[in-house]
């Protein structure tokens, strides 16, 4: 079973896919986003593309998991994609995620790397795998 994430942001949005049975993720190109809202053909060409089961968006909360002024705007990315494309979307904990994204980057490949890689997209595949490993599907 394909599965698509997203890592929202008001700028970037990552996005990473993967599938169950290994439950690991892969990244792909970010969107562009402009005030959180992407270009909704490039969604559109995605899920065309990969055709995934359902989505999964990271939801943005403090690390004590009080809401931030970023989660309404996740969730309303969330509501848009289920009611655009009519697909389920699952809304993920994603504390950290972006975190560990350039903590992973810059292990692998020093701080010269850490701003050309796919930040936001590998911090999706955390999202993804994370979702994966918590979620009876």
Same mark, same amino acid.
């Given at each position: 079973m394909i599965v698509i994430a997203f890592d929202f942001g008001l700028k970037n949005i990552g996005v990473a896919v993967g599938e169950n049975i290994l439950k690991k993720g892969r990244a792909l190109n970010k969107l562009s986003a402009k005030n959180g809202s992407p270009d909704w053909n490039n969604i559109k060409n995605l899920l065309k593309i990969w055709q995934p089961k359902?989505?999964?968006? $990271?939801?943005?909360?403090? !690390?004590? $998991?009080?809401?931030q002024d !970023?989660?309404?705007k996740?969730?309303?990315f969330a509501f848009l994609l289920k009611y655009k494309f009519n697909i389920f979307v699952y809304l993920h904990d994603e504390r950290l995620s972006t975190k560990e994204a350039k903590s992973l980057i810059f292990k692998k490949n020093g701080f010269k790397v850490l701003k050309k890689e796919k930040i936001h997209s590998v911090a999706a595949v955390?999202?993804?795998?994370?979702?994966?490993n918590q979620n009876l599907y």
């Open positions: 359902f989505l999964v968006v $990271g939801l943005p909360l403090n !690390i004590d $998991g009080t809401r !970023i989660t309404k996740a969730e309303k955390i999202i993804l795998e994370s979702w994966f």
